[in-house]
Nanobody, 120 residues
């Protein structure tokens, strides 16, 4: 079962957009969630990740414009994107990282992606 993204769309440069992702794993099994993106002809790249204790990491290209947040009770992760630029256009993927204590292994689960287009 995959996490499920929502909130993509078409916006103009300078506008804002919010992405949400509902996790598919149990709250106790998930130790981090995040967002990646892939533009046409480019590799998938990190946008932001956040752990369950709210430690966040951002790509340099989005620092100061994007904010990632985790709602443990709802088991969701959100990405608030402000001051959007044309180069932010991409398919955005939600990542769910689970850790199995019994096997000491981490597993990554990807959403199907949501399109964000920034264009005038």
């Amino acid at each position: 079962v995959q996490p499920v993204e929502s909130g993509g769309g078409l916006v103009q440069p300078g506008e804002s957009l919010r992405l949400d992702c509902a996790a598919s794993g149990t709250i106790l099994s998930i130790h981090a969630m995040g967002w990646y993106r892939q533009a046409p002809g480019k590799q998938r790249e990190l946008v932001a990740t956040i752990t369950n204790d709210d430690y966040a990491v951002y790509a340099d290209s989005v620092k100061g414009r994007f904010t990632i947040s985790r709602d443990i009770a709802k088991n969701t992760v959100s990405l608030q994107m402000n001051s959007l630029k044309r180069e932010d256009t991409a398919v955005y993927y939600c990542l769910e990282q689970r850790f199995d204590i019994s096997t000491m292994t981490q597993s990554d689960y990807w959403g199907q992606g949501t399109q964000v287009t920034v264009s005038s």
